[in-house]
């Protein structure tokens, strides 16, 4: 994700074209060293996923403590 780019699709072998990201512009980086971070990079994005996995995993972890 970034802050300037195009969007992001997924073409199927049968003709269909699907938005992957229709509300967020993408900039492809399929590597990126952490020298060489793009500019327009959304970090915003990307640290707001990174808290929903850690709340995810924090969730099933008390879920799991529950059951014992």
Partial sequence: MS???GKL???FNDGR???VSAST???PANRIDHQLV???L???FYINEA???IHNVMAQQS???VLF
């Fill in 17 to 19: 074209i699907v938005s």
């Fill in 25 to 27: 512009p993408v900039t």
């Fill in 63 to 65: 879920n799991q403590l």
């Fill in 42 to 44: 959304d970090r915003q």
């Fill in 9 to 11: 699709v997924k073409e």
């Fill in 3 to 5: 802050h300037d780019g």
């Fill in 38 to 40: 793009p500019s327009n």
């Fill in 51 to 53: 808290y929903k996995q």
